[in-house]
């Protein structure tokens, strides 16, 4: 019987540190920032210059520039779906969409330059929230 006991309790130390190390790389790979959506990481992909080449004849249906050191929450979604984005900005950082109908929220649209289908939007006060809906054209 001391024998099973032992076994036993070393299966469930070894289980226990699994299960610390799986928790502890997860959040490590994080970053400590909420996952990603698989569409939003794919979407940002858009502006990387592997995918700049074919994104260059296809202009996005909406694309977002934060010019402040830090831009608050910026939100975009698929209406009735997924959500792409919802998270601050750095300064110089863009965010290009391709899909056919856009939400987007912006906590202080002062401080974003937003293009729609490649046309520039006019910038918002300083301070001001906005919200709109972008359709692709056609």
């Known amino acids: 019987m001391g ?15 699994t299960l610390l190390v799986i928790g502890g790389r997860a959040l490590l ?3 400590g920032a909420p996952a990603q959506p ?5 979407s940002a992909l858009a ?6 080449e074919q994104a260059s004849a296809q202009v996005p249906t909406v694309r977002i520039e934060c010019l402040a050191e830090t831009c608050p929450i910026v939100t975009v979604r698929v209406p009735g779906g997924d959500v792409l984005q919802y ?9 290009s ?3 056919p109908e856009l ?10 330059r ?18 709109f809906t972008v359709r692709a054209p056609g």
């Open 38 to 42: 698989e569409r939003e990481r794919a």
């Open 29 to 31: 790979d994080s970053g």
């Open 97 to 99: 969409y391709f899909e």
């Open 114 to 131: 937003v293009t729609e289908n490649g046309k520039p939007r006019k910038q918002g006060e300083t301070g001001a929230r906005e919200a």
């Open 103 to 112: 939400d987007v929220v912006l906590s202080d649209a002062g401080t974003v």
């Open 87 to 95: 998270r601050e900005m750095s300064r110089g950082e863009e965010v």
């Open 47 to 52: 502006t990387t210059d592997a995918v700049t």
């Open 3 to 17: 024998l099973a006991r032992l076994a036993l309790v070393v299966l469930a130390a070894g289980a226990v540190v």
